[in-house]
């Protein structure tokens, strides 16, 4: 796949926070070709890729060329968990910026060599894990510069009696952990041994009505070199209280989860104790078959955890969206559309210790649900989008990935996108942002109040637009925090030359923005005339 991209920016804001002008000029050229499979037999992915940018004006004033040459190569042997697999992975990463924040060059050559044999059932029964894993970096150039070796032994013994969730159980798992790191940054050497004893006992069914596990764990650790050196012993006991409306795969589920977890810690790291209370609701809703056929999961689940005492003490809220689809689903506008999704697992956190964000598998996905016409008389709109726009990986920048959950009730007089219409919106939009400006999370509600007259057709030829627009929205988190009433009057010229993705295609749009907000981070006026021209080839 070979992406061309050619884009000009110009804009110039008077009044504002970002008053002033900026010039961004910036092409991309990204080549990549990958041969083979994925996790199964070999692959080897080529990437090559040129971005020049150049900023006159603006916050990020002067010009930045990065030129990234990407070699992976991987080959997988044998299956995952059963049996043995070996997995050698070899990447050579060549990046070269001239100009901005991370002027200068660097490599890092990597070679994984990663040897696992299981050994025996996993959760029924008993089972030994042995895992060697060689890790050989090595950095020049950049802020990481230097070489490190990390080479890890771990054995893990567990053994299962009783059954999984119904019933008692106990699970007995004995872990030893031997890791040597030479160079970088945890440098040093560290023995970790572990065994826990995991007495759990189920009152009430699996999925179908209510359950009651009660759970004491026995956690007997003891470290030696490395960050986490001494000792530890850590008891817990848990009542889960789980209440399943609803069937397991089929059709819907409704469970609710009210968990409280009493731990004590000696000695450690998390040395005290440590209260927490933890409510969790999820909602899944399952259409199709499982296997055959299609099938789609769509599960929002929100989990709040108040933690007293302990490390984790305050508070954590965790915002889940998991989207399974196995089959394409549904028309364009009318009823409900689903586009392009294969597995997503996108969660939020906010607050606690794995406060951040983590995603899985991820593709541009877009999955609507229409109630009412398209852009005629009443519409509602349930909308959950994903936009990711470069690759996901440690804490690099230069990425940004949007999570957008928008309930859109418009009511429109008029015509679509000829002549003149009259919508009445009210939106509210919860985002989550990782990697961009307003990275955080962001609840907006919005109602606008949006007059247009359209002169011209919609993409393709050329197309002139003047809007009228009143904005009344009330944000809470993210940089726009409160209240905000805007007036915004645009002009908007715009000519389109071919098509949309497959080929290429040429925009010009000027347009003419002016604003008037009161309240919010942007209170005053501003005026922005900006000059856009993109293209590209794939």
Do not use: Q
Not at 139 to 161: K, P
Not at 167 to 189: F, P, Q
Request: aromatic content about 6%; hydrophobic content about 50%.
């Amino acid at each position: 796949m070979l992406e061309v991209s050619i884009v000009l920016d110009l804009r110039c804001n008077i009044g504002g926070e970002m008053a002033g002008w900026m010039l961004e000029v910036s092409i991309v050229l990204d080549l990549r070709c990958n041969i083979g499979g994925g996790m199964a037999g070999w692959m080897l992915e080529v990437s090559i890729i040129l971005d020049l940018r150049c900023n006159i004006g603006g916050v990020m004033a002067g010009w930045m060329l990065e030129v990234s040459i990407v070699v992976d190569f991987r080959c997988n042997i044998g299956g995952r968990m059963g049996g043995w697999m070996l997995e050698v992975s070899i990447v050579l990463d060549l990046r070269c910026n001239i100009g901005g924040e991370m002027a200068g060059w660097m490599l890092e050559v990597s070679i994984v060599l990663d040897l696992r044999c299981n050994i025996g059932g996993g959760m029924a029964g008993w089972m030994l894990e042995v895992s060697i894993v060689l890790d050989l970096r090595c950095n020049i150039g950049g802020r990481m510069a230097g070489w490190m070796l990390e080479v890890s032994i771990v054995l893990d013994l567990r053994c299962n009696i009783g059954g999984g969730m119904a019933g008692w159980m106990l699970e007995v798992s004995i872990v030893l952990d031997l890791r040597c790191n030479i160079g970088g940054g945890m440098a040093g050497w560290m023995l970790e041994v572990s065994i826990v004893l995991d007495l759990r006992c189920n009152i009430g069914g699996e999925m179908a009505g209510w359950m009651l596990e009660v759970s004491i764990v026995l956690d007997l650790r003891c470290n030696i070199g490395g960050g986490m050196a001494g000792w530890m012993l850590e008891v817990s006991i848990v009542l889960d209280l789980r209440c399943n409306i609803g069937g397991g795969m089929a059709k819907w589920m409704l469970e609710v989860s009210i968990v409280l977890d009493l731990r004590c810690n000696i000695g450690g790291v998390m040395a005290g104790w440590m209260l927490e209370v933890s409510i969790v609701l999820d909602l899944r809703c399952n259409i199709g078959g499982e296997m055959a056929g299609w099938m789609l999961e769509v599960s929002i689940v929100l989990d709040l955890r108040c933690n007293i005492g302990g490390g984790m003490a305050r508070w954590m809220l965790e915002v889940s969206i998991v989207l399974d689809l196995r089959c394409n689903i549904g028309g364009e506008m009318a009823g409900w559309m689903l586009e392009v999704s294969i597995v997503l697992d996108l969660r939020c956190n906010i607050g606690g210790e794995m406060a951040g964000w983590m995603l899985e598998v991820s593709i541009v996905l877009d999955l609507r649900c229409n109630i009412g016409g398209g852009m005629a008389r009443w519409m509602l709109e349930v909308s959950i989008v994903l936009d990711l726009r470069c690759n996901i990986g440690g804490g690099m920048a230069g990425w940004m990935r949007e999570v957008s959950i928008v309930l859109d009730l418009r009511c429109n007089i008029g015509g679509g996108m000829a002549g003149w219409m009259l919508e009445v919106s009210i939106v509210l939009d919860l985002r989550c942002n990782i990697g961009g400006g307003m990275a955080g999370w962001m609840l907006e509600v919005s109602i606008v109040l949006d007059l247009r007259c359209n002169i011209g057709g919609g993409m393709a030829g050329w197309m002139l637009e003047v809007s009228i627009v009143l904005d009344l929205r009330c944000n809470i988190g993210g940089g726009m925090a409160g209240w905000m009433l805007e007036v915004s009057i645009v002009l908007d010229l715009r000519c389109n030359i071919g098509g949309g993705m497959a080929g290429w295609m040429l925009e010009v749009s000027i347009v003419l923005d002016l604003r008037c907000n009161i309240g919010g981070g942007m209170a005053g006026w501003m005026r922005e005339v900006s000059k856009t021209s993109s293209s590209w080839s794939s």
